[in-house]
C-alpha cells in the first residue's frame, strides 16, 4: 500500500491512526498542501485524486480518496482489531460522532476554505482566526454533550476500545490545540482526546511525528 500524506492533514492523520492500529505500514508519498501554491494541485497529483485532496490509498492499483472512505476499506480488509462495533446501533452511534467531526465540522474550516477567506474574500487573519474558532466550538458543544450524557461512552468515544469517532476526534482537537482554542468547555473530549493520545497508534500519527513535518 502507498498512501498519500501530509503532516498537517487531518484527514491524513485520520488514516495514519487506522494504519498505526491495524500494524500497517505503507509506503508514504507525501504531497504538500502549501509548496508552491500546493503540490495537490499540481497535473501529477491530479491524477491521482481528482478533487486534488490527501489522503489517498493505493491499494494495489487501486486508488481511494477520502479518509472515511479509506478508514473502512482498511476496516473490512483488515478486521482487527475492529474500528466500528459489529452491533448496529452501537456502529451508528460511531459514525454519528465520526460524521460530526469529519463531515460537518473539519471542511468548513480546512486549508481551502481559509485560503478562499483570506485572498477570496479579502478576510483578515484576524476574522479567520474567528471564523475557526466558531465552529469550533459549534461543533464540539454538541459532541460534548452527546459524550458526557451517554453512557455507551467509555474510556473512549464509546466503550473502552478507540473506533472511528476517535481517530476523528483526535485530529480535531489537536487542530482546536493549534489554534489555541480553549477546550475548557468540553472536559469529555479532552479525557478521550488524552487516552487515545496516551496508545502509541495515536501519538506517532501526530504530525509532528511524520517525516514532512516543517
Same mark, same amino acid.
Given at each position: 500500500?502507498?498512501?498519500?500524506?501530509?503532516?498537517?492533514?487531518?484527514?491524513?492523520?485520520?488514516?495514519?491512526?487506522?494504519?498505526?492500529?491495524?500494524?500497517?505500514?505503507?509506503? &508514504?508519498?507525501?504531497?504538500?498542501?502549501?509548496?508552491?501554491?500546493?503540490?495537490?494541485?499540481? $497535473?501529477? =497529483?491530479?491524477?491521482?485524486?481528482?478533487?486534488?485532496?490527501?489522503?489517498?490509498?493505493?491499494?494495489?492499483?487501486?486508488?481511494? *480518496?477520502?479518509?472515511?472512505?479509506?478508514?473502512? =476499506?482498511?476496516?473490512?480488509?483488515?478486521?482487527?482489531?475492529?474500528?466500528?462495533?459489529?452491533?448496529?446501533?452501537?456502529?451508528?452511534?460511531?459514525?454519528?460522532?465520526? =460524521?460530526?467531526?469529519?463531515?460537518?465540522?473539519? $471542511?468548513?474550516?480546512?486549508?481551502?476554505?481559509?485560503? =478562499?477567506?483570506?485572498? *477570496?474574500?479579502?478576510?483578515? %487573519?484576524?476574522?479567520?482566526?474567528?471564523?475557526?474558532?466558531?465552529?469550533?466550538?459549534?461543533? &464540539?458543544?454538541?459532541?460534548?454533550?452527546?459524550?458526557?450524557?451517554?453512557?455507551?461512552?467509555?474510556?473512549?468515544?464509546?466503550?473502552?476500545?478507540?473506533?472511528?469517532? %476517535?481517530?476523528?476526534?483526535?485530529?480535531?482537537?489537536?487542530?482546536?490545540?493549534?489554534?489555541?482554542?480553549?477546550?475548557?468547555?468540553?472536559?469529555?473530549?479532552?479525557?478521550? %482526546?488524552?487516552?487515545?493520545?496516551?496508545?502509541?497508534?495515536?501519538?506517532?500519527?501526530?504530525?509532528?511525528?511524520?517525516? %514532512?513535518?516543517?
Amino acid at each position: 500500500m502507498k498512501l498519500y500524506t501530509y503532516s498537517n492533514s487531518s484527514a491524513a492523520f485520520r488514516v495514519r491512526i487506522a494504519m498505526n492500529l491495524k500494524g500497517i505500514a505503507p509506503e &508514504f508519498a507525501f504531497v504538500s498542501l502549501i509548496k508552491d501554491g500546493g503540490e495537490q494541485h499540481k $497535473p501529477e =497529483y491530479r491524477a491521482v485524486n481528482p478533487q486534488e485532496l490527501v489522503p489517498t490509498l493505493d491499494a494495489g492499483g487501486h486508488l481511494i *480518496g477520502q479518509s472515511l472512505a479509506i478508514v473502512e =476499506y482498511l476496516d473490512e480488509t483488515h478486521p482487527t482489531p475492529p474500528l466500528l462495533p459489529s452491533y448496529p446501533l452501537a456502529k451508528a452511534r460511531v459514525r454519528q460522532i465520526a =460524521y460530526a467531526i469529519a463531515c460537518d465540522m473539519h $471542511p468548513i474550516n480546512n486549508l481551502s476554505v481559509r485560503q =478562499y477567506l483570506k485572498s *477570496g474574500m479579502m478576510h483578515s %487573519d484576524a476574522e479567520i482566526a474567528e471564523w475557526y474558532e466558531h465552529f469550533i466550538h459549534r461543533g &464540539f458543544k454538541p459532541i460534548e454533550a452527546l459524550l458526557a450524557n451517554s453512557k455507551e461512552t467509555g474510556t473512549f468515544c464509546h466503550g473502552n476500545e478507540p473506533t472511528l469517532a %476517535d481517530i476523528c476526534l483526535v485530529p480535531q482537537v489537536y487542530n482546536a490545540r493549534r489554534y489555541k482554542i480553549s477546550l475548557d468547555a468540553y472536559p469529555t473530549i479532552v479525557r478521550v %482526546d488524552a487516552t487515545a493520545r496516551a496508545l502509541p497508534a495515536f501519538a506517532n500519527a501526530a504530525p509532528e511525528k511524520q517525516s %514532512d513535518a516543517a
